[in-house]
């Protein structure tokens, strides 16, 4: 038997296999994809992702993987709403090399590599899983790092998501010759309803892309393509790719007894900003760490109780930013939000320390931010219900 058995090598995966390699334990990870394998995904890396690659896998960010931009341009459609020069960094990858270098960490902390393999059967009782070659795998704990389409959380909770709560992203990756001298971040806040465009530049191409609340918008494809035409792409010329983005609806509860869901599978994505890799390494260390101390302790049935209540600080800022969305994106709202964005340098800087990870809700202070918006777009009068 197995100490851990763990679904799924994407960041989250990657990340508790470490933490529970690193406390001695035998871990199997699973992936139905032979690695290195591309995700869709702009591949924003913040500085929140910077510090948990270096906290949880002891590492930094290998040269060349990823392009380092520092500014940004906040836009609605044509308009420049704000051009900062001097942003907090963001860097920019892709998601094929990114996981095959966490993939790599992992395999090389002592994970069995149980990559290229599908999963033909889950007992989350147990907890055991049967590959579809016929082997039988059964561990002490099993943590779900399976991605927005979970089989352990459908395995646990009938479903991995609410269609009309959860956001949809699509995207498609322009090519270009060289890397960009002074790699420009662009925003659009009029792309999407509940939701934002985003031009990222990578080192070979540029990826743009339009992400927001699903229920609020079922034309997305008609959005990626006039966003497209915006930057003077043709959809019809490029491959448009579109994925589930499980913000703000995190599965209750993210797992049970010996069973661990982390990162997209718990559905932890930031709804205001749409962060998911840092969350999914957070919580993937989080699930590794539970894991050790209910094994050592004798009880891996009560992996879970752990994991609940080292995750309430994550599941915290997953609240707040919900709330804060709310006031971002509201339709009566966001014409007024966006005019103070662009008059104000204060409420521009505090929105992209968020989108560029670098400030917690919490650490922020996230309720005197929300006034200050609130008096902004309000000009000091009630909030318009709604
Ligand atoms: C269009 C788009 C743009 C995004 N842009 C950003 C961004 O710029 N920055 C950011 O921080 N976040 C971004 N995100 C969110 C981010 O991609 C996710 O939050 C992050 O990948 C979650 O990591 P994870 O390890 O939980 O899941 P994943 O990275 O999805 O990994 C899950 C793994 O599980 C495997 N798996 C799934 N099912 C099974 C199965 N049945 N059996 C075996 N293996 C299985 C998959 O093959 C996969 O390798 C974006 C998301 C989308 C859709």
Known sequence: MLDVIIIGAGPAGA????????KGLTVALIDKARFPRDKLCGGGITGRSRAYIHEIFGATLPPGMALESRRVRI??????????????????TMRVD??????????AAGAQDFTGQRIARIDPALPAVTLEDGRHL????????????????????????????????????????????????????????????????KRGSVTLGVGGVHGRNPKMQARLADYLALHGQAADDLRCKGAFLPFGDARQPPGRGPVLLAGDAAGL???????????????????????????????????????????????AEMR?????????????????????????????????????????????RWSSFARQILRVITGGRALPRG
């Open 15 to 22: 990340a508790a296999a470490v933490t529970a390699c690193r």
């Open 75 to 92: 836009m609605a459609g044509t308009v420049v709403l704000g051009d900062l020069a001097d942003a907090p960094p963001l860097h920019l």
């Open 98 to 107: 990114f996981d095959g270098w966490l993939h790599g960490l992992a395999i």
């Open 138 to 201: 059964t561990a002490r704990v099993l943590i779900g790092a399976d991605g927005v389409n979970s089989i352990t959380a459908k395995a646990l909770h009938g479903r991995a998501y609410d269609p009309d709560r959860i956001g949809f992203a699509m995207e498609a990756e322009v090519p270009h010759d060289a890397p960009p001298a002074d790699p420009v971040v662009e925003i659009d806040m009029a792309a999407v309803a509940w939701g934002y465009g985003w031009s990222f530049p």
């Open 269 to 315: 994505v930031d709804p205001l900003t749409g962060e998911g890799i840092a969350w999914a390494m957070k919580s993937g260390q989080l699930a590794g760490r539970a894991a050790a101390a209910a094994i050592a302790a004798g009880h891996p049935g009560q992996a879970f109780a752990r994991y609940d209540a080292a995750l309430a600080p994550v599941a």
């Open 320 to 364: 707040h930013a919900r709330r804060l969305r709310a006031l971002v994106y509201h339709p009566l709202l966001r014409g007024r939000f966006l005019r103070s964005l662009a008059r104000q340098p204060g409420v521009q800087r505090r929105f992209l320390a968020l989108l560029a990870g670098e400030r917690d809700y919490a650490d922020m």
